[in-house]
């Protein structure tokens, strides 16, 4: 899929949606958010048919049902989707360059072993 070709208000809507440790219904979102009510509930709805966001639940919201919401994909799955492979392993040099603790380069190195044994 095709992450990057997102409206401005549809990224808008999804990076709030990943600041929030909790699904939001589209009232609790337009309120804590500040955007109108229709609108989000338009932008909702294009991300949840793009399988962006999804479903987490439903719930009482006064008197009605009401569903609660939530991010079917993590910035790091929008942000590789519009990466090569070489920017890819360009950017896990840099990264793995930075860790500073044995134990993590250990995991690193088994993750890596696995993989090798696997394609061969």
Known sequence: MDYLSFSKKEWEVLVC???????????EFSE??????NTSLSVIRKLVNKGILEIASIKMSGS??????????????????GLTEEQIFELVKIAIKKI???????????VIGELKTKAS
């Open 64 to 81: 009605v049902l009401a569903r609660r919401f939530q991010p079917a994909v993590t910035e790091l799955e929008i942000l590789q989707s």
């Open 100 to 110: 500073e603790d044995p134990e993590q380069l250990t995991q690193l190195r088994n």
């Open 32 to 37: 804590r958010f500040g955007l109108n009510r």
């Open 17 to 27: 949606f990943w600041a929030v440790d909790e699904p939001l219904c589209c009232t």
